[in-house]
């Protein structure tokens, strides 16, 4: 087990390094850091003077992978490479290209994420499941026809449209909460009902018909038969056999996105004014901040990878057949 | 003669067609393929949503038909001079739709408003007084527009629908017609027939929903040119003109991205899936380093890329549609590279499979070359999970779309596109006096698209998918028990996430 941990870490930090030479090229050899320079500071005639001396600010003055003109290690430590990519493993964001701590900004943006991408993600999984064990339970009825329906239309609904007419529903027309903003303390709850209610609103109908096939094809199983030849009624079935062994599965998956949550929601955090890591890497784009985007790009691709492991993980602990090897 | 453009997205969108106009030729005639294609056409909601992206698809191809036209010659110019021709590269949609298109108010306007939605100061009777101004094209033949506005309206609707409803009748005389034709009964009997739902063709769910298109096109038709149907946007155009417009992106972005995630995919996951060992390792290491990265932000990084690169040669584009296509074009690059992770894992795992079965191992002790059993044993065998997964990411690519929109990355602000629609109605809801229409418009040309496309896919899927048919929804038992009985009308089509 402890064998297996460390070689998947490894393979872990081996993706990583092809997570960063990519970013790496994709941002530097596509194009200068005269390009870059010239579309921060803006406009189309731009003395050199000026992108040196933006260059210089932000240290992409020096050259990307090897340094001719610096002594000994400093050679490959004195470059683009190695400040602004392999920095990174050791959590050293630098600074933004508008001069802000990046480290700093990342450690107290996760609170807000967090705050707002947990309780979505519970009461998500619980409402999808009530949902969907519903439909399974009402099957070959009226009820199941439309409630798979609506949940059909519901998938074809951009999660944008939610949010916009939530928040003139709740938010301007009925005044329920605040449009956007966050506080600390009880003020808390106030301004993430809505972003959690739209959160899981958006996501009801593919995931509820997801996990109704999941639930569909654990009852066609023998053990079921077994049970309803047994005499127990279908209420019993469905609850106390059906849905824990399809829940084994829908945990396991759900551990894969558990370090996303982090990152917390890009668009619902940028349109509810919440500053965390999602509408700080908006912001960034928005301001093409290159050194902001590759760093998150980083942090998405370490929380995705320990996604993995964990996922791998689980499986045995929650599936004794599974031997990791 | 207008001298035609031919822009990057019109080629491939064209290419595209033929493609598909000679996989329908090999389908008809492979009668596997045939077979399974018929399920698809006897499902009464796919067929359906095929009318819908029928009319869809129409749409987008004449807005993909691009041209400049030719400019009357310059007064004295000499008679051999060279031709000069319009600087704005238009569509034939465009010159349909050219009322509407001219038609600029000033401002917001409601839908079928005569008023514009802000006030003005206006000199009347020597005073200045703040009024809402009359409308400079829509309800301007009215001459007191308070007291005929309503009907006038009503006038033309009823003259639309009824249009619209003539139309529909005929409709269904010639699709009576001809099916009588082709099965040898009369006209009536046939009609009877796709009445009573006993067709092979779901004709009468197919003909409803070809009713209800041509009632509300009607409608439009006989309002549209009094009146703009859906109001104005902020600039005063015509916002059902823009929705019409928004198609062709939707199409374009489902379309093309798919296409561009085909490659990759369908190459990496059969050569992983055959070779397994090196390759395989590092086929999955490729993709799971694609995959590791969370998308939006990759696709922010290449979008950011490919626009300090439009910027920094402005040369390359004549007109700024060429360039504001061009980054359409890029972005459904970019959406396919992005995005063939999924697909590959699907024909990998796969490929893994077929590649044991006793045919392949024949094909191998018989010499057949390793390129040429994956040609023509792996690849034709593994179409079938490529086709499901295509059109499944079809309409969530469109989905996609309206987010990289908002978030900055996605098309050229300048192309039509529901995204660029719901960004601008952002800031028209917390407007006062609210503007609703916008979104509204894009609401609902986006539903009836997105919702019509996974009714399709979801009958695709069941088709190529047996086991998929086990989840559909019925509305009793009976219908459950009788396997053989027609599946519902109107039945919602099982539609889960691609694996």
Do not use: C
Not at chain 2, 201 to 226: D, E, H, I
């Amino acid at each position: 087990m402890v064998n297996y941990i460390i070689r998947r870490v490894g393979y872990g930090v081996l993706i990583l390094i092809g997570v960063n030479v990519f970013t790496f090229m994709l941002f530097f050899t596509v194009n200068t850091p005269d390009d870059m320079a010239r579309m921060n500071i803006g406009g189309k005639r731009v003395s050199q003077d000026a992108i040196e001396k933006w260059k210089v600010e932000r240290g992409y003055d020096k050259p990307l992978f090897w340094n001719g003109a610096a002594a000994g290690t400093q050679k490959l430590t004195k470059t683009i490479f190695y400040e602004r990519s392999v920095q990174l493993f050791a959590f050293d964001f630098g600074a933004s290209d508008s001069g802000r701590d990046i480290g700093y900004e990342i450690r107290t943006r996760v609170g807000p994420s967090v705050a707002l991408a947990v309780p979505t993600f519970i009461l998500g999984i619980v409402v999808v499941i009530a949902f969907s064990v519903l439909l399974v339970f009402f099957r070959n009825t009226y009820l199941e026809f439309w409630g798979f329906t609506v949940a059909v239309f519901m998938m074809a609904i951009s999660a944008l449209f939610y949010i916009l007419l939530g928040q003139f529903l709740f938010s301007r027309v009925l005044k329920l909460v605040p449009i956007s903003g966050f506080a600390g303390g009880w003020d808390l709850v106030v301004f993430l009902a809505l972003p959690v209610l739209i959160g899981i609103v958006s996501r009801l109908g593919s995931e509820a018909l997801f996990y109704r096939t999941m639930f569909l094809e654990e009852i066609g199983k023998d053990y079921v038969r077994t049970a309803r030849s047994k005499g127990l009624s279908e209420t019993v079935v469905l609850f106390r056999h059906v849905l824990r062994n399809a829940m084994l599965p829908i945990l396991t998956s759900t551990v894969a996105i558990l370090p996303l949550l982090f990152l917390g929601a890009l668009i619902m955090e940028s349109f509810f004014g919440i500053p965390g890591l999602g509408s700080y890497t908006i912001d960034a784009i928005n301001a093409q901040d290159f050194a902001v985007v590759r760093s998150m790009v980083f942090v998405g691709s370490v929380l995705y990878i320990v996604g993995l492991i964990l996922t791998d993980i689980s499986y045995t602990v929650a599936d004794p057949r599974i031997r990791l090897s | 003669m207008p001298k035609f453009v031919f822009l990057a997205t019109d080629i491939v969108l064209f290419l595209l067609l033929v493609a598909i106009a000679f996989y329908a030729r090999h389908a008809l005639r492979t009668p596997t393929l045939r077979q399974t294609w018929r399920v698809v056409v006897r499902d009464p909601a796919a067929m359906s949503a095929a009318v819908v992206l029928g009319l869809f698809l129409v749409a987008s191809i004449l807005d993909s038909i691009h041209f400049r036209s030719l400019l009357p010659p310059a007064p004295g110019a000499e008679a051999n001079a060279a031709p000069a021709y319009s600087t704005r590269t238009l569509s034939v949609l465009d010159a349909l739709l050219a009322a509407p298109r001219e038609a600029r108010e000033k401002t917001y306007s409601i839908p079928l408003g005569t008023h514009s939605y802000s006030k003005e100061s206006l000199l009347v009777g020597g005073k200045t007084v703040r009024e809402y101004p009359r409308l400079q094209f829509g309800g301007s033949h009215l001459r007191d527009p308070e007291h005929e506005w309503m009907g006038d309206v009503v006038k033309r609707s009823l003259a639309g629908l009824a249009g619209g409803a003539v139309a529909a009748v005929l409709v269904w005389l010639i699709v009576g017609a001809l099916r009588a034709r082709s099965v040898r009964t009369s006209v009536g009997e046939s009609l009877r027939a796709i009445a009573t739902r006993a067709t092979d063709v779901p004709w009468r769910a197919m003909l409803a929903t070809a009713s209800l298109l041509l009632l509300f096109a009607g409608w439009v038709a006989a309002l549209w040119p009094w009146y703009h149907v859906f109001g104005t946007d902020q600039t005063g155009n015509d916002i059902l003109y823009q929705a019409i417009k928004s198609i062709r992106t939707a199409v374009v972005i489902g379309s093309l991205a798919t296409l561009a995630t085909l490659p990759f995919a369908i190459v990496f996951g059969i050569l992983a899936g055959y070779y397994k060992g090196k390759v395989d390792d590092a086929i999955q290491y490729l993709y799971t380093v694609l995959s590791s990265i969370p998308s939006v932000l990759l696709i922010a990084a290449f979008v950011l890329m490919i626009q300090v690169y439009i910027d920094k040669n402005p040369q390359m584009f004549e007109t700024g549609l060429e360039r504001a296509d061009i980054r359409l074009f890029l972005l459904a690059a970019i959406l396919g590279i992005t995005g063939w992770a999924g697909l590959a894992r699907l024909l990998r795992a796969e490929t893994l499979k077929l590649s044991e079965l006793d045919y392949v191992q024949a094909a191998r002790a018989f010499g057949v070359s390793d390129r040429g059993i994956m040609r023509r044993h792996i690849l034709p065998n593994v179409m079938h999970v490529v086709l499901i997964v295509a059109v499944l990411d079809f309409s969530s690519l469109v989905l996609y779309e309206a987010v990289l929109s908002y978030v900055g990355v996605g098309v050229d602000p300048t192309t039509n596109s529901f995204g660029t629609m719901i960004n601008s109605a952002r800031t028209e809801l917390s407007r006062d006096p609210v503007v609703w229409w916008n979104l509204l418009a894009a609401f609902a040309f986006m539903v009836a698209f997105v919702l019509s496309m996974q009714l399709f896919a979801s009958a695709v899927r069941e088709a190529f998918d047996p086991r998929a048919r086990a989840f559909r929804p019925h509305r009793t038992k009976s219908a459950a028990n009788a396997a053989a009985a027609p599946p519902p009308t109107g039945a919602a089509a099982a539609a889960t996430p691609a694996a």
